[in-house]
């Protein structure tokens, strides 16, 4: 069995000047989880200041962090990892504070120097864009704003607003002239009497065209301004690619201080929030929480070497504890298990002094898979995709590893119960099974695939009880439907089960008959003699007809739960079926494309292994985790408990 990290009670008290030094050392070691203990204080004379703002400072270097994290960003520097946890914090915030407002003032000019150039180089380009329809006409361009009695609209929009404008000028005189096209928008030339120019100027509006207003400084035929856009727009483009230089040459030289100073700042940022949940005493403070024990010691020796002053304690938490609730969980699975650890705390984190299922889930999950997605060649495709992502040689799914585990080994399983099946890419031909085709024994696969069920019921009920044993949880052990009551009544059904289907097996019916009875009674009268046990009244909260209506369809209930968790697993034969058959559809398409089995036919086979890979694949591993949560792990885990979040420095996309 293995349980979550036996965990200690942390009891410090140390003077004021320490506490910086001592969270520092909290903190580089990873391991301590920190109860907030700021209720605490001692009495003092009203105005009085116990030490520093520490709440005042957390909030500073937060603000600090996040402008340090804008300006990486704008660097295009990445934070990097604190690898070395040696960093020193910086407790000073004013001294950083001026350090960082006089980059981001260098930092910010070049910038919007840059963002500028870029909206006068896009303003160019549209502009020559808009022009090239007109520059074979011999006429100053920024006349047309000055006619005495024609006005003018140069302009680009929506070709499907043009239908529109034509309708909203049914009644004034116009020329709608379209120079050029391109995806969904039209350069257009308007023209109408100037009496109508704000008509004229409405109804552009209405059709959402932008006028072309032409940039101050250029004038001349369409042909003269291009040509003096396109000289300017090289001189911006010079300008730009200068001014990307100087950033370039910033982010080379100071990428390294840059990140240095963001780990010391949000160090600090840690320690200050860190302290300001310390207990404050009139010259000391105190400190509280939670570490492993196996790293007590030497917490404690790296509290010596700070200061011989530090009062230290550390109590080790009994798991059987009524409060174990309350004790943080820290699951230490190591290698292959540790990938399943994650599929566990979805359910729900394990209590201090809970079973880890991690382990059963790591020795149950892949075998259940591999059972109703038994394919040779396509499991081996998933073993090779788990491999993948587990050895993290693509860097944008890293942080997939755990769940390439995972793959890897359902994919494993799957393919040698594809031996065992004799089934290779969908081929039932090809290699003879090992062990039998289940299209062609689906009665036996359907029984095998049942008793498997039972078994894992039955050591999900064997945990149940040993938890309640342990803690000594008397009541539930003896009457709870997961209990020793429930136990009983479970295998009493499974055999009576057992002798209707096989009756040549020879069971004792009147021996299960006999316990399914004691159990059922056992099971309705749990609630009044529980409270008779822990000495509550009233022993029944309704007459004896109506807790005995109640008691009878609780049992129903649970009566019909144990046939359905048992039913269950029929589905894991079920899909071993399905997944043959499934097979056989892609050969019967493949068919349909090429008779011959030419190219056509191997590509729809190709397709269609992929299809069943992804497809099927994705519905079979949420069939066995829906097994695992709902059958299993909903006998004996209960979750509920609080995960282990020590107190330590890391990236912010931790």
């Not at 057992?498 to 040549?504: E, G, R, S, V």
């Not at 299809?611 to 509920?640: A, D, H, N, P, W």
Request: hydrophobic share 45%.
């Amino acid at each position: 069995m293995f349980y979550p990290q036996e965990m200690s009670k942390i009891e410090l008290v140390l003077p004021e000047n320490q506490i910086v030094p001592v969270m520092e050392a909290l903190g580089n070691s990873g391991n301590f989880q920190q109860i907030d203990m700021s209720h605490v204080s001692s009495e003092y004379q009203e105005g009085e200041q116990i030490g520093q703002n520490w709440g005042a400072k957390a909030s500073t270097f937060a603000a600090l962090e996040r402008r340090l994290r804008t300006l990486l960003r704008k660097l295009d520097i990445d934070e990097g990892t604190p690898n070395d946890k040696t960093i020193p914090p910086i407790m000073n915030e004013r001294m950083i504070y001026r350090w960082i407002e006089g980059f981001e003032l260098q930092v910010n000019e070049l910038l919007l120097g840059i963002e500028s150039e870029h909206k006068s180089e896009e303003e160019l380009r549209n502009f020559i864009r808009l022009l090239q329809p007109i520059k074979e006409v011999d006429f100053e361009l920024d006349r047309l704003q000055n006619l005495d009695y024609i006005f003018m609209i140069l302009g680009i929009g929506p070709k499907g607003g043009l239908d529109r404008l034509r309708t909203s000028l049914s009644r004034v005189p116009f020329e709608l002239l379209i120079l050029d096209e391109y995806d969904d928008q039209a350069v257009v030339l308007l023209a109408g009497p100037r009496q109508n120019a704000d008509v004229l100027e409405r109804a552009a509006r209405s059709a959402f065209i932008t006028p072309l207003r032409i940039p101050e400084g250029y004038h001349g035929t369409p042909t003269e301004m291009i040509e003096a856009m396109s000289v300017d727009l090289e001189k911006l483009e010079q300008q730009i690619v200068g001014q990307q230089g100087e950033i370039d040459q910033l982010r080379k030289s100071r990428e390294h201080q840059f990140r240095q100073i963001f780990w010391q700042v949000r160090k600090s940022n840690m320690i200050a929030s860190a302290i300001n949940r310390f207990g404050k005493l009139r010259n000391s403070y105190l400190v509280v929480g939670w570490m492993p024990s196996e790293q007590v010691e030497v917490l404690r020796q790296k509290l010596k070497l700070i200061s011989e002053d530090i009062l230290f304690e550390a109590v080790t938490m009994n798991r059987n504890a009524s409060d174990s609730q309350q004790i943080p969980s820290s699951l230490q699975n190591k290698g292959l298990f540790k990938a399943f650890q994650s599929l566990v705390t979805i359910y729900g984190q394990p209590q201090y002094g809970e079973v880890d299922p991690s382990i059963l889930l790591a020795l149950s999950f892949p075998v259940l898979f591999g059972a109703m997605f038994g394919d040779a060649g396509q499991g081996l495709v998933l073993t090779l995709l788990g491999g993948l992502l587990a050895g993290k040689k693509i860097k944008s799914l890293r942080s997939a590893s755990d769940l390439g585990v995972v793959v890897m080994l359902c994919g494993f399983f799957a393919t040698i119960f594809g031996i065992l099946y004799g089934s290779f890419f969908g081929l039932e031909n090809l290699i003879q099974p090992l062990w039998f085709r289940p299209m062609d024994n689906i009665m036996q696969i359907l029984m095998i695939t049942v008793i498997s069920g039972i078994v894992l019921l039955a050591s999900a009920f064997s945990l149940s009880i040993f938890n309640a044993v342990r803690h000594k949880d008397w009541t539930n052990l003896f009457f709870s439907n997961h209990g020793v009551t429930g136990f009983v009544l479970f295998l009493a059904i499974v055999g009576l089960g057992a002798n209707i289907i096989a009756p040549n097996i020879g069971l004792p019916t009147a021996v299960f008959s006999w316990l399914a009875v004691i159990a059922s009674i056992a099971i309705m009268i749990a609630e009044p003699v529980g409270r008779l046990i822990n000495k509550q009244k009233p022993i029944l909260h309704d007459n004896i007809l109506m807790f005995f209506i109640q008691a009878f369809f609780e049992l129903f209930e649970i009566v019909i739960a144990i046939f359905s968790n048992i039913l269950s697993y029929v589905r894991v034969g079920a899909f071993a079926v399905a997944h043959v058959g499934l097979s056989s559809v892609v050969f019967i398409l493949a068919e349909m494309v090429s008779a011959n089995q030419g190219i056509g036919y191997w590509v729809a086979v190709v397709l269609g292994n992929l299809f069943i890979i992804g497809f099927e694949g994705m519905i079979v591993g949420i069939q066995t985790l829906r097994l695992e949560y709902y059958e299993f792990f909903s006998k004996f885990f209960s979750g509920g408990g609080n995960p282990f979040r020590p107190i330590k420095l890391e990236n912010s996309n931790t």
